[in-house]
């Protein structure tokens, strides 16, 4: 008989990447995986204007 200290990290990486595939599924059947740049893109603009904002400070303050 196969020992399960031979076969039970094939299985265990088995179940794993099993489990991995579902939740890929599930996420592209679920729509979560869709128009997902958007949020970074938000995210960028946020960060810009609050660079500019910065900067307009640091124009003000300087002598």
Known sequence: MIEFGIT??????LLMSLGALCLFIWGVLSGA???????????????MENDERAREQRRKWQP
Not at 8 to 13: I, R, S
């Open 8 to 13: 039970g990290p094939y299985l265990g990486a």
């Open 33 to 47: 995986l869709f128009n997902t740049d958007e949020a970074s893109q938000k995210f960028f603009e946020r960060e």
